[in-house]
Protein backbone atom coordinates (compact mmCIF):
# COMPACT_ATOMS: atom_id res chain seq x y z
CA UNK A 1 0.00 0.00 0.00
CA UNK A 2 1.02 3.63 -0.16
CA UNK A 3 0.36 6.25 1.88
CA UNK A 4 -0.44 9.74 1.33
CA UNK A 5 -0.09 12.96 3.55
CA UNK A 6 -0.61 15.79 1.94
CA UNK A 7 -0.23 19.76 3.39
CA UNK A 8 -0.41 23.43 2.09
CA UNK A 9 -3.44 25.15 0.75
CA UNK A 10 -5.93 27.27 2.41
CA UNK A 11 -6.96 30.80 1.88
CA UNK A 12 -5.23 32.78 -0.90
CA UNK A 13 -5.53 35.95 -2.89
CA UNK A 14 -6.53 36.48 -6.80
CA UNK A 15 -2.58 36.96 -8.82
CA UNK A 16 -0.99 35.31 -5.26
CA UNK A 17 0.92 31.99 -4.41
CA UNK A 18 0.47 28.41 -2.57
CA UNK A 19 2.35 25.66 -1.96
CA UNK A 20 1.19 22.52 -1.81
CA UNK A 21 3.15 19.24 -0.81
CA UNK A 22 2.34 15.22 -0.57
CA UNK A 23 4.75 12.94 1.30
CA UNK A 24 4.30 9.23 0.31
CA UNK A 25 5.19 6.21 2.34
CA UNK A 26 4.53 2.75 2.22
CA UNK A 27 5.75 0.66 -1.61
CA UNK A 28 6.96 3.91 -2.88
CA UNK A 29 8.68 1.91 -5.34
CA UNK A 30 6.01 0.60 -7.13
CA UNK A 31 4.59 4.52 -7.76
CA UNK A 32 5.48 5.54 -12.08
CA UNK A 33 3.34 8.72 -11.21
CA UNK A 34 2.29 11.08 -8.55
CA UNK A 35 0.38 14.05 -9.12
CA UNK A 36 -2.22 16.20 -8.04
CA UNK A 37 -6.64 16.44 -9.19
CA UNK A 38 -9.12 18.82 -8.06
CA UNK A 39 -12.68 18.98 -7.27
CA UNK A 40 -14.61 22.06 -7.15
CA UNK A 41 -18.24 21.72 -5.47
CA UNK A 42 -20.56 20.78 -8.58
CA UNK A 43 -18.01 19.37 -10.57
CA UNK A 44 -16.06 16.71 -11.23
CA UNK A 45 -12.66 15.42 -10.01
CA UNK A 46 -10.09 16.80 -13.32
CA UNK A 47 -6.44 16.66 -13.38
CA UNK A 48 -4.01 19.52 -12.50
CA UNK A 49 -0.47 18.11 -12.79
CA UNK A 50 1.22 14.65 -12.96
CA UNK A 51 5.02 13.50 -12.65
CA UNK A 52 6.05 10.58 -13.64
CA UNK A 53 8.94 8.50 -12.43
CA UNK A 54 11.45 10.10 -15.04
CA UNK A 55 10.50 13.29 -14.65
CA UNK A 56 8.59 14.15 -17.01
CA UNK A 57 4.86 16.31 -16.61
CA UNK A 58 1.89 16.94 -17.74
CA UNK A 59 -0.72 20.24 -17.13
CA UNK A 60 -4.47 20.43 -17.48
CA UNK A 61 -4.52 23.55 -19.83
CA UNK A 62 -5.87 25.99 -17.61
CA UNK A 63 -3.45 26.39 -15.38
CA UNK A 64 -0.39 26.16 -17.76
CA UNK A 65 2.07 28.47 -17.09
CA UNK A 66 1.12 29.16 -13.56
CA UNK A 67 1.36 26.02 -11.92
CA UNK A 68 4.85 24.08 -11.37
CA UNK A 69 4.92 20.07 -10.30
CA UNK A 70 8.09 19.16 -8.77
CA UNK A 71 9.12 16.09 -6.40
CA UNK A 72 11.87 15.80 -4.04
CA UNK A 73 15.56 14.37 -5.05
CA UNK A 74 14.16 11.16 -2.95
CA UNK A 75 11.17 11.22 -5.47
CA UNK A 76 8.79 10.25 -2.34
CA UNK A 77 7.42 13.88 -1.88
CA UNK A 78 5.81 15.91 -4.75
CA UNK A 79 5.35 19.91 -4.56
CA UNK A 80 2.36 22.19 -6.40
CA UNK A 81 3.61 25.84 -6.60
CA UNK A 82 0.30 27.42 -7.45
CA UNK A 83 1.06 31.24 -8.76
CA UNK A 84 -0.84 33.58 -10.25
CA UNK A 85 -3.75 32.47 -8.01
CA UNK A 86 -7.71 32.90 -9.76
CA UNK A 87 -11.24 32.16 -7.96
CA UNK A 88 -11.85 29.26 -10.14
CA UNK A 89 -8.93 27.70 -8.56
CA UNK A 90 -11.01 26.87 -5.48
CA UNK A 91 -11.70 23.64 -5.12
CA UNK A 92 -10.22 21.06 -3.17
CA UNK A 93 -6.48 19.50 -3.92
CA UNK A 94 -6.28 15.33 -4.16
CA UNK A 95 -2.83 13.94 -4.28
CA UNK A 96 -2.74 10.97 -5.89
CA UNK A 97 -0.39 8.05 -6.46
CA UNK A 98 -0.28 5.66 -9.67
CA UNK A 99 1.13 2.67 -10.01
CA UNK A 100 1.27 -1.20 -10.38
CA UNK A 101 2.28 -3.88 -7.78
CA UNK A 102 1.20 -7.30 -7.00
CA UNK A 103 -1.34 -9.16 -6.26
CA UNK A 104 -3.67 -5.93 -7.12
CA UNK A 105 -2.25 -4.72 -10.17
CA UNK A 106 -2.46 -1.15 -11.50
CA UNK A 107 -3.70 1.30 -8.70
CA UNK A 108 -4.34 5.13 -7.71
CA UNK A 109 -3.91 6.09 -4.11
CA UNK A 110 -5.73 9.41 -3.03
CA UNK A 111 -4.71 11.90 0.05
CA UNK A 112 -7.15 12.92 1.94
CA UNK A 113 -7.48 16.10 0.10
CA UNK A 114 -6.64 19.16 1.36
CA UNK A 115 -8.79 22.80 0.80
CA UNK A 116 -7.50 25.56 -1.50
CA UNK A 117 -9.91 28.90 -1.77
CA UNK A 118 -8.97 31.75 -3.75
CA UNK A 119 -10.80 35.04 -3.11
CA UNK A 120 -10.88 37.70 -5.62
Known amino acids: QVQLVESGGGLGQAGGSLRLSCAAS????????MGWYRQAPGKQRELVAL???????NYADSVKGRFTISRSAAKVTVYLQMNSLKPEDTAVYYC??????????????WGQGTQVTVSS
Open 96 to 109: VARGAMAPIGPYDY
Open 26 to 33: GSIFSINA
Open 51 to 57: ITRNGSS
